[in-house]
């Protein structure tokens, strides 16, 4: 087509330079090409090819792509190949595609002509093949760019997807995983006070992402109370609500023996129902990681993994650093350590002393709260080892619970439990990996909080809108006064102002 | 497990006493030198070529009396001439491999014997013996006259196309093992991607408006899924790819400039499902392997669909899948490890190369018979190399 085209211009500049005349016979050709072309032939042929690229060029800018470089690509190829009736068909129905890629919201992008160019393709690609076989279905060439009308995901897909991500992590486990999962018997001390509900919570989710049968027996000291109640009864975790007798102490010293005690109470509920699993004690604050629960897994009788102690003050920490200090710092982790062959050798433990002055003695005092000399929470241990019953297998070194604590000694640290605690087992990579982390915070205790954390019925504190942070300007600072003080004093009446209110019981 | 078993039987037979090997002593300019000249040649996709001669030269089915030998083995690497960027020019291509048969039809009477019926060569380039990156060029140029009758062995495969004998081996690209090894992390981790692919949607240099880059596939897979949380596909190439795909559910294997693609060894060795979407492609050691139970198939025209369809695969086909996948004879079988180790690439070549004896007698050329042209092709494959 274009061969034609180019072979009109230049006999209308041969005849017009052999006739010395005005006009070229160029039918369709601007006539500056005729004009300008003058009697030699050399310029004609440059201004020619400039001509025709900028004929291309305006093409280009009016179907929105590069035009120019595939008529190129055909012009050279033509003398190349033998099949250009193939690509130009191929080119003239794609164009088409092509357009309607580049504006997708008006046209609708055709799926099926892509299957246009195949009749004609098929026919040589069998001249070509050297095999005398069946036809191809693929084509060389230019092929449309296939989008659907609404390419974003449909949400029953995604669920779906999301399901299968969720059986193949399953089957993930089963086979590479613990072979056969123990349940979990969680103990928690707790007791209803202002930051109970988020240390809870915390726990509550962590438990229902273990992927271990959860038995949760949650120990309260003063009795049973509501909140704690409502708490786990929204949980979806199974669990056992044990009243203990006590009140929580204020003191720290004397909460940390009462939540032994505690503890205590709860591994006598374990001893009493024969429980079977692995008990670990969880306590309301710390917090844990997944790969703890699937650690503890692999203990045979008692052991022990290393807790990452988060000691910190209330105010801004004032503890200096000594000169030996800054350079090896402690590491703030209680837990086993071991020798080089992997044996139990002995136990880090927190080092107290920089915070031996300056450390809480009050619960909620802004003082750095000091743990003991061995977390419960470091320790784990098979249920079957304190059943009442000597199991086979249950070693000699495990003392009997009845006997503990019966003269009325305090229980410091799991390891009272047992006779010779050489046999307790490392776990978590001999202790070198935490996965769990020691940590308090409190309130005051006696800060008020709303029972259950529902604002029933609405505050009584005003908070006048004149306090807030931001900036009025002054021309409203009148009107909106007014309307403030009067939504104020009257509090059934609707606001006009879109002004947004700090307490959600203001607004009817 | 029986699924286990039954996908690997083939592939652990053993090729050594079932065939013999002679290889070719050839000039150091149609081998060494080339790898001399630029050891990048070791690492790219193409160095099949040059392992599988290391591996025949010390292996127990190579034989030093002719004779006596099932298969010939001329060791030349038509794919070491590499750009500045690494990519193979195959311009030189069918000049150097017309010298080499050249040099063993003078040298040797095995070749004229049978004008290459029993001889096997290797030609990993991306069309194969067609010895062309463009499709549309190496369609042209056909397999190289010389090589009517030889055996190639080529990653190309794709059914009824110009540059697949009939009675090619179909291996798969080479993939460093060594890499992929040190990039191995704990099968228990949580397989959290759902689809996972890294590479070009448009090939801006060559073809930016798009459309004759992998068909258009490529192009269409961006369009529809770029923002689909479900599909993680970027160009954007990072340093964890190994231990992505390790994440990953399916990983797409699209066809680019040539239908095979390294992503599918690297698909199998990590045990992610390969979704190969190349239209009558011819995966490698399609006789010995059920690439049809193991990936999953999705032609070019549906690519805007693929959602749909990867959602609607029952997920105990998927997990059948995945448990061929993690057989370890189908993982190493797409290896070419140094030094070789029983079941891998190497071995399967010589399998399938043993399954096609014994040679039928019609291939022992009567004495005057010839039928091989020596002056095909075009022009400028005659000059001597």
């Not at chain 1, 959860?214 to 003063?222: K, L, P, R, Y």
């Amino acid at each position: 087509m274009f061969h034609s085209h180019g072979t009109r211009r230049s006999n209308a500049a041969a005849r017009s330079s052999a006739s010395g005349g005005l006009e070229g016979g160029g039918v369709g050709s601007p006539a500056a090409s005729s004009a300008s072309e003058g009697s030699s032939f050399r310029p004609s042929a440059s201004t020619f090819w400039l001509l025709l690229h900028g004929l291309c060029c305006l093409i280009s800018l009016f179907l929105g792509f590069r035009f120019s470089r595939l008529i190129f690509v055909l012009l050279f190829s033509n003398t190349i190949y033998t099949y250009t009736t193939t690509t130009t068909t191929t080119i003239t129905s794609t164009r088409t595609e092509t357009l309607t890629v580049s504006f997708p919201l008006t046209h609708t992008p055709p799926i099926e002509t892509a299957v246009k160019p195949n009749n004609s393709a098929i026919e040589l690609s069998d001249k070509m093949s050297n095999q005398g076989s069946s036809h191809s279905q693929v084509v060389v060439g230019r092929h449309g760019i296939r989008i659907r009308p609404w390419p974003h995901p449909d949400p029953t897909e995604v669920m779906r997807a999301h399901r299968i991500i969720e059986r193949v992590q399953q089957e993930q486990r089963k086979w590479y995983g613990v072979k056969s999962p123990r349940p979990l018997i969680v103990i928690t001390p707790t007791y209803a006070r202002t930051f109970q509900a988020l240390h809870l919570t915390g726990l509550i989710h962590c438990l229902r992402n273990v992927p271990y049968p959860v038995t949760w027996i949650v120990v309260e000291a003063g009795g049973v109370t509501n909140e704690t109640a409502s708490l786990l009864a929204r949980s979806r975790v199974q669990f056992l609500h044990i009243p203990f007798h006590e009140k929580m102490p204020v003191e720290w010293a004397e909460r940390h023996l009462t939540e032994n005690r505690m503890r205590l109470l709860g591994l006598r509920v374990i001893r009493e129902r024969n429980m079977d699993g692995i008990v670990l004690f969880a306590d309301d604050s710390n917090v844990h990681s997944l790969d703890l629960f699937d650690e503890i897994q692999k203990v045979q009788w008692m052991g022990s993994v290393s807790v990452g102690i988060l000691a910190h003050s209330g105010g801004p920490d004032r503890t200096l650093l000594t000169e030996d200090e800054k350079l090896n710092p402690p590491i703030p982790v209680q837990g086993p350590a071991c020798n080089s062959s992997g044996h139990l050798i002995g136990w880090h433990t927190f080092n107290s002393i920089p915070y031996s002055e300056k450390s809480a003695t009050f619960v909620g005092e802004s003082a750095t709260v000091l743990p003991g000399k061995m977390e419960w929470s470091g320790f784990v241990f098979n249920a079957r080892m304190i059943w009442k019953e000597a199991e086979e297998g249950r070693p000699e070194w495990v003392k009997d619970l009845d006997k503990i604590g019966e003269n009325g000694e305090e229980i410091e640290s799991p390891l009272a439990l047992v006779n010779d605690a050489s046999f307790v087992e490392p776990l978590g990579d001999c202790g070198k990996k935490v996965m769990l982390w020691w940590m308090r915070v409190e309130a005051r205790a006696d800060s008020k909080f709303p029972p259950g954390w529902i604002i029933d019925p609405p505050l009584e504190i005003v908070v006048s809108a004149k306090r807030t942070p931001w900036q009025e300007s002054d021309d409203l600072a009148g009107s909106k006064l007014e309307q403030d003080d009067r939504r104020f004093t009257r509090p059934k009446s609707r606001s006009s102002s879109k002004r947004k209110n700090t307490l959600p019981g203001q607004d009817n | 497990m029986n699924d286990q078993r039954s996908a690997g039987d083939v592939l652990e037979d053993d090729p050594v006493g079932r065939l013999k090997v002679f290889v070719y002593e050839l000039p150091l300019k149609y081998n060494k030198k080339i790898v001399g000249r630029d050891a990048r040649c070791l690492n790219h996709m193409f160095a099949a070529e040059i392992f599988m001669h290391r591996f025949l030269l010390t292996s127990a089915v190579r034989t030093l009396n002719p004779e006596e030998a099932d298969w010939f083995y001329t060791p030349v690497y038509t794919t070491c001439d590499l750009t500045p960027n690494g990519l193979p020019l195959p311009f030189k291509s069918p000049r150097v491999m017309r010298s080499a048969i050249q040099f063993i039809s003078t040298n040797w009477p095995y070749w004229n014997r049978t004008e290459g019926a029993d001889h096997f060569f290797l030609v990993p380039h991306d069309f194969g013996a067609c010895f062309h990156y463009q499709e549309e060029k190496a369609i042209q140029r056909g397999i190289l006259p010389l090589l009517k009758k030889a055996t190639l062995v080529q990653t190309f495969g794709q059914e009824n196309h110009v540059c697949l004998k009939e009675g090619s081996i179909i291996i798969p690209p080479y993939a460093p093992p060594q890499k992929m090894q040190a990039h191995m992390i704990t099968p228990d981790t949580p397989r959290s991607i759902f689809v996972y692919f890294r590479g070009l949607f448009y090939d801006v240099g060559n073809d930016p408006e798009g459309g004759y880059y992998a068909r258009g596939a490529r192009a269409s897979l961006w369009e529809n899924f770029k923002n689909n949380p479900l599909f993680d596909i970027s160009t954007e190439h990072p340093t964890t790819y190994y231990e992505d795909m390790q994440r990953a559910v399916f990983c797409l294997c699209p066809l680019g400039w040539a239908p095979w693609s390294p992503r599918l060894v690297e698909g199998v060795v990590f045990g992610c499902i390969p979704v190969i979407i190349a239209d009558d492609i011819v995966l490698p050691f399609a006789d010995a392997i059920p690439w049809e139970e193991i990936g999953v198939f999705v032609a070019e025209k549906d690519v805007p669909n693929l959602d749909t369809i990867l959602t609607n695969i029952p997920i105990d086909v998927i997990l059948r899948k995945q448990r061929l996948l993690a057989n370890p004879s189908m993982k190493q079988a797409m290896l070419f490890p140094q030094p070789a180790q029983p079941g891998d690439a190497f071995h399967q070549i010589l399998n399938g190369l043993a399954r096609k004896l014994p040679h039928d007698k019609s291939i022992y050329l009567k004495p005057g018979e010839r039928t091989l042209n020596w002056t095909a092709g075009p022009k400028g494959d005659l000059k001597p190399w």
